[in-house]
């Protein structure tokens, strides 16, 4: 078997507007099938999306855990439903089968534009080479956080996330809006040719693998109490040492990282993490050496 | 009678953050008075700015023209209720009565720090004088328009807005903080200085009239089908003329100004005037000359 149907996915957080502009610059007729393969193109939240907010109930990039207890909630809370839906519809088993799928996010961070993946699966490993050899975009590898789970790629058997900003909510950029057209371009082209066997993929992938995330400092009353240092701000994929600063409190007192390990902070103030208690993720750089497995994999899907 | 208070009020739109962190560096015992004049600082919108959004029921800012409707609006409409309450707390007639207003928001447009004011009111003229002449800053001057009205310093008999962009809703951004920093701490000198005649205000004030607002271009169904322009998003105050590009929507076509007149576009794409049909607002530039009255004016308060 190989890919038949990809499916992306703009506005799975309401608020992230830009790839929902993107994408429909290519969900039209003629633009369904790409070189034998079939795209579908959906907006995750839509309803999120219609009011401007990252969500109703829950996040819906962290609600593709529950898909098990489909009866148990349905009709409780929005996002799982809507969660279950999208795997119904276009999961591996859905009605509508899709093998890989592309969730487009932005970020108020610095990020520019990087991938991120969810785990060391082998056929994302395939993508990611794809756009990284293309265009040396950062990858961002998040394994392990207990304290986030529930990704929408997950529930494909490959996919990853392409994220971009610096951009606000709601706001649209056109200059956002077009590194999203030409990532989604880009993909369409490159799958192919990897389908087809026209393209080599590198010997390496760089990736900044997610270590955990730190919170901002807060008072007594759990406020928060510190503001990004402005040697920090904007400063996503840049290392940092111990002593270099993280915080800036209203006191005017700089908090320090003081960790002994070399870190390089993605995320940095993004708006709608202080509800999680994340002011900034943390990564360690790695390199990861090509297999024919990857290759192997992603033609068995 | 001279200037006894002063009200500073940030977080009237509960997501503009940068200046609610920025008067907390104020809002100490030893900084309540300055040279004879008390300051009070408040959160305009407290629910709001702890929820992290612009409003609960209505804009606040938009709120103090019901104020004569207190009982039919008490406890049904939050901000009412709150501009109300400010009123009757600060108001020219309140429990602590303060003579002027200062209103401190963040915009989305890349408007850079600037001053707004509602009508001609003289001594509004002298304040803004204050502010231009030692920074240069651009004066945004809001009347005539029907649409818009209610606003927060209309209810104090001297006051105006500092406008400062671009920063996004609910994003800690030291730049701007900082910019609040310096222009609190001037405005509490310059006035000091104007009262007590230690300062002389400049011959002529420029400044960019409101002359109307332009929505974006809209499908069959009332959905925004035109991005801002790559060529005029961030352009906030510069001057366009006939057939320079607004906006381009999603089958490519530019949208152009068609106007005869020179026009000076603001608040560019700011996200939060989507909901009130706002695109961008435009303005003429006029100077307008000194006169002793404005001084007679403020001297009365």
């Known amino acids: 078997m190989t890919v038949q149907r990809i499916l992306i996915v703009s506005g799975t957080h309401g608020n992230e507007i830009n790839p929902v502009w993107a994408v429909n610059q290519f969900n039209r007729e003629e633009n369904r099938i790409k070189k034998g393969i079939e795209y579908e193109y959906i907006i995750g939240n839509p309803i999120a999306y219609e009011k401007g907010c990252r969500y109703l109930d829950v996040d819906l990039n962290r609600s593709f855990k529950e898909s098990k207890n489909y009866h148990q909630y349905k009709n409780t809370i929005y996002e799982i439903n809507r969660a279950n839906f999208l795997v119904d519809q276009f999961g591996i088993d859905g009605s509508k089968p899709c093998q890989i799928a592309i969730d487009l996010h932005t970020t108020t961070a610095n990020m520019g534009t990087s991938i991120v993946l969810y785990g060391r699966r082998f056929r994302d490993f395939c993508l990611a080479a794809l756009l990284q050899n293309k265009f040396g975009l950062p990858i961002y590898l998040h394994e392990k956080d207990k304290d986030q789970t529930g990704f929408l790629v997950e529930a494909w058997p490959c996919g990853l996330v392409i994220e971009i900003?610096?951009?606000?909510?709601?706001?649209?950029?056109?200059?956002?809006?077009?590194?999203?057209?030409?990532?989604?371009?880009?993909?369409?082209?490159?799958?192919?040719?990897?389908?087809?066997?026209?393209?080599?993929?590198?010997?390496?992938?760089?990736?900044h693998v997610h270590k955990g995330s730190i919170d901002y400092p807060r008072d007594e009353k759990g406020n928060i109490d510190g503001l990004i240092h402005p040697e920090r701000i904007?400063?996503?994929?840049?290392?940092?040492?111990?002593?270099?600063?993280?915080?800036?409190?209203?006191?005017?007192?700089?908090?320090?990282?003081?960790?002994?390990?070399?870190?390089?902070?993605?995320?940095?103030?993004?708006?709608?993490y202080k509800e999680k208690k994340i002011a900034m993720s943390y990564t360690q750089k790695e390199v990861i050496y090509f297999k024919n497995e990857w290759i192997q994999e992603f033609e068995r899907l």
Not at 258 to 270: H, N, R, S, T, Y
Request: glycine share 6%; no cysteine; net charge negative.
């Open 165 to 207: 900003g610096a951009v606000a909510q709601n706001f649209y950029d056109p200059k956002i809006i077009n590194r999203f057209l030409i990532i989604i371009s880009s993909l369409r082209e490159e799958i192919s040719k990897l389908q087809n066997k026209l393209i080599e993929l590198p010997k390496e992938l760089i990736i």
């Open 234 to 272: 904007n400063q996503d994929w840049k290392m940092i040492k111990k002593g270099d600063p993280l915080f800036l409190d209203s006191h005017g007192i700089v908090h320090k990282y003081d960790g002994d390990q070399l870190i390089w902070p993605v995320f940095i103030g993004e708006v709608a």
